[in-house]
């Protein structure tokens, strides 16, 4: 078997008591053999602050990080600043976004409208310094016009110089398959690990799914739905299903795993170990 690359996401936490829970989640979580920890970034600056001071931490403790950046409503000085900061750090992969305008924000545009821009603008200002991860979205991002419109737009981040790409969460294995596929026949050869995440907590799920353009199939919704309040049973289940598609893509040879951790150690770790990793 190939190496895979297996990484883990975190998010900055919004209170100290939130913090102290990312040290404990983290430190069991550096444990394992991974890649990278990356930290979400909320565009218009909504979590500036938080991720700086989750990804210093992070730094402090020798740990590989890869902050995320999103263009939306930053300037280009500005952007260059974050990722000056970053470099003095020893930093040397960035997952690069356009992010979402936080909605009635009032927040700016900016000087970029798209990730591909940002990414043109990394390459141009600090050359190969950084490895750049992009966002795919096997199952459309929810404001393209068309899957093959998607795509090309995927692509134009490629060609703008990323190096390989995460995708959104999905359930659906065939999605991801298909994705792959069509970006192999255009030419895209970047590896495109899959975003990966645990389902403890079904509303929660639900309401971020129907946003962000990730689909809960229907037969799993209604497993879920099945099990109301037993939090027990749904975590059970979620291991079961999550664990299995973990397995189908290490097999169908995905280059890797990026778990969307959401600042717990358990599900994660539940997952890593049924798969042997
Ligand atoms: P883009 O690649 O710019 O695509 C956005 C939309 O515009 C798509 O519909 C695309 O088809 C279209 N498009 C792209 N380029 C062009 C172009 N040149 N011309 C016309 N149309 C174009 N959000 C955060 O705020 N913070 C985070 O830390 C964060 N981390 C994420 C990590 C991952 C792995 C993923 C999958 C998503 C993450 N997001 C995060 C969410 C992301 O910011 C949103 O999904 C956002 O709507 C799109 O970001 P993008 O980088 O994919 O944008």
Same mark, same amino acid.
């Given at each position: +078997?190939?190496?895979? #690359?297996?990484?883990?996401e975190l998010?900055p936490p919004?209170?100290?008591?939130?913090?102290s829970?990312?040290?404990?989640?983290?430190? !069991?979580?550096?444990?394992?053999e991974?890649?990278?920890?990356s930290?979400? *970034?909320?565009?218009?600056?909504?979590?500036?602050?938080?991720?700086?001071?989750?990804?210093d931490w992070? &730094?402090?403790?020798?740990? =590989?990080t890869?902050?995320?950046?999103? /263009?939306i409503?930053?300037?280009?000085?500005e952007?260059?600043n $974050?990722?000056? &900061? *970053?470099?003095?750090?020893? $930093?040397?992969?960035?997952?690069a976004l356009r992010?979402?305008?936080?909605?009635?924000?009032?927040v700016?545009?900016?000087?970029m409208?798209?990730?591909?821009?940002?990414? !043109?603008?990394?390459?141009?200002?600090?050359?190969?310094?950084?490895?750049i991860?992009?966002?795919? *979205?096997p199952? +459309?991002?929810?404001?393209?016009?068309?899957?093959?419109?998607?795509i090309?737009?995927?692509?134009? !981040?490629?060609?703008?110089?990323?190096?390989?790409?995460?995708?959104q969460?999905f *359930?659906? !294995?065939?999605a991801?398959?298909r994705?792959v596929?069509?970006?192999?026949?255009l030419?895209i050869?970047?590896? #495109?690990?899959?975003g990966?995440?645990?389902i403890?907590?079904?509303?929660?799920?639900k &309401?971020?799914?129907?946003? /962000?353009g990730?689909e $809960?199939?229907?037969?799993? /919704?209604?497993?879920?739905?099945?099990?109301g309040?037993?939090v027990?049973? $749904?975590?059970?289940?979620g291991?079961?299903?999550?664990s299995?598609? /973990?397995?189908?893509?290490?097999?169908?040879?995905?280059?890797?795993?990026?778990?969307?951790? +959401?600042n717990k150690?358990?599900?994660?770790?539940?997952?890593? =170990?049924?798969?042997?990793?």
């Amino acid at each position: +078997m190939r190496e895979k #690359i297996l990484s883990f996401e975190l998010f900055p936490p919004k209170s100290e008591k939130g913090f102290s829970d990312l040290k404990k989640a983290v430190g !069991k979580l550096n444990e394992k053999e991974v890649a990278f920890f990356s930290c979400t *970034y909320g565009a218009g600056g909504s979590t500036q602050e938080t991720t700086f001071a989750t990804v210093d931490w992070l &730094r402090s403790q020798k740990i =590989n990080t890869a902050p995320h950046l999103t /263009c939306i409503g930053n300037t280009i000085k500005e952007t260059i600043n $974050i990722l000056n &900061r *970053y470099k003095k750090q020893g $930093i040397e992969r960035i997952v690069a976004l356009r992010g979402d305008r936080p909605s009635g924000s009032g927040v700016s545009s900016g000087d970029m409208s798209h990730a591909n821009e940002l990414v !043109k603008l990394i390459r141009e200002e600090f050359g190969s310094h950084f490895h750049i991860e992009v966002a795919a *979205y096997p199952e +459309m991002h929810p404001q393209a016009s068309s899957f093959e419109n998607d795509i090309e737009n995927f692509k134009r !981040k490629i060609e703008a110089g990323a190096n390989s790409a995460i995708t959104q969460y999905f *359930y659906s !294995k065939d999605a991801y398959s298909r994705f792959v596929d069509q970006c192999t026949s255009l030419d895209i050869n970047v590896p #495109i690990v899959p975003g990966i995440m645990p389902i403890t907590n079904f509303h929660n799920l639900k &309401r971020f799914s129907a946003t /962000c353009g990730a689909e $809960i199939p229907r037969w799993i /919704c209604k497993r879920l739905e099945s099990f109301g309040d037993d939090v027990e049973s $749904i975590k059970q289940f979620g291991e079961e299903v999550v664990s299995e598609l /973990c397995d189908h893509l290490l097999s169908d040879d995905a280059p890797g795993l990026h778990f969307y951790t +959401m600042n717990k150690s358990a599900p994660t770790l539940a997952l890593w =170990n049924n798969l042997n990793l």
